[in-house]
């Protein structure tokens, strides 16, 4: 199956899922916990600047989880709750 096909394949799934249509498809929910972003960064051994880049945020969002303004959601919540698994992660897969 060509990539083409394959996306194709899954938005016609989606589509149908969404008329109520497809008993075979299942919807996985995750609970992610909320996470101490600077306990997170202070455990990695990283400074905000470095900590941030390495994730791919911009300090002023970094400083605005760390202070408790805002909180991490999505993707980012998830990569933090990987770090906080296993600090290293980033630097392992990334380098």
Do not use: C, Y
Not at 29 to 34: N, S, Y
Not at 46 to 62: M, N, P, W, Y
Not at 63 to 89: D, F, M, Y
């Amino acid at each position: 199956m060509s990539a083409f096909e394959s996306i194709k394949q899954g938005l016609e799934e989606a589509k149908a899922f969404s008329k109520g249509q497809g008993a075979d498809a299942r919807v996985h929910e995750i609970a992610v916990p909320a996470i101490d972003v600077a306990e997170v960064r202070a455990a990695t051994g990283l400074s905000q600047a470095e900590f941030a880049r390495s994730i791919g945020v911009a300090k002023g969002t970094l400083l605005n989880w760390e202070h408790g303004r805002r909180s991490p959601t999505g993707p980012a919540q998830v990569l933090l709750a990987l770090i906080s698994k296993k600090p290293s992660v980033v630097q392992e897969f990334l380098k």
